[in-house]
């Protein structure tokens, strides 16, 4: 449904009026994904406008697409607002447009669709692996759950209001001892070969971020896009399936059975960084009123007692 626009005070009003009275562009709003997210229509063709802080985070996007061969093929790429000029900046943003591509989210509930998105992130690895353009520098896996770690120990209180302390340091104990497990591989060497090799992780390969449409699948957001071991984005596409096949856990060992030292990937999947941020996520959305704090416990209750199972089954195979 395309939205017609007249004067207006909001952000996106205005942010419309600039495109078209005064930098020329008629770019129609069809719907607000998210704050600074448009689906839009452009020379006939829909596209996502997407709006940056951080002007760097969007240029080593245009950059590195650029450089990337495969891209038409696996993924979503920036497009030029005019010939050669791929931002404009107005309303504390720098601006991009992107290719729009037309499917349906991948569902971690379905077989056909995380077989898939083990393919196209392969694909991307293999295909981005030698390009040199600048990265942003970004933290280690490890030190991000280090951060995420800490933030859930301020969560603690709750717990105690709710009289379930327990579940907080069983939790926080097993998140201490796999993190130190994973933590103790020498990731320095690993990570000082990947810079050298110029190895690109997606870095957010949740399933809202493969677009599938018949027999085709593309990535999309490369907002994290980094260099480093391709093994990180395993572990965390392994994390993201593990809640729908812990009770067939030796069906998730299969769909990475090519990943490279299948033991230190097992041993980063066990760590529970993916509950913790579900917890945190929820959790925030508890402290604004928009979800029930006891609803939300109750959910990572559910969660962790699955997780549990799946922890004594993986750590049997890594004896």
Known sequence: MKVEHTEGDSYTDRLFQWLLREEKLPIRLE???????YKVQYNGQPMILKGYRRAQTLEQQIRFFQDWNYASIAAARPLPFQDNIYTKSKLGCTWGLFEWVQGKHADFDNHYDREKAVQVLHQFHRTTKGIATLAIPRDPLYIKWERRLEQFEETQDVFSDYR???????????MIIQLERFSNHPWGEIEEKAWENNEWLHGDVAHHNFI???????????????????????????????????NQRSLLLQYF???????????GVLVPADILREWL??????????????????????????RRKFVRYAEHMLR
């Open 31 to 37: 719907k607000v994904i998210k704050p600074k997210v």
């Open 164 to 174: 379930k302390r327990s579940i907080y340091q069983e939790i926080r104990l097993s």
């Open 212 to 246: 599938i449409n018949n027999n085709e699948i593309k990535l999309i957001d490369f907002d994290l896009l980094h260099t480093g071991p391709h093994l990180y984005d395993h572990i965390q596409l392994g994390q993201r399936f593990l809640p729908y096949l812990e």
């Open 257 to 267: 059975k090519h990943t490279p030292d299948p033991d230190i990937w097992l041993k």
């Open 281 to 306: 996520y929820g959790y925030r959305r508890c402290v604004r009123g928009e979800v029930s704090l006891s609803k939300h416990i109750k959910k990572l209750e559910k969660a962790w007692e699955s």
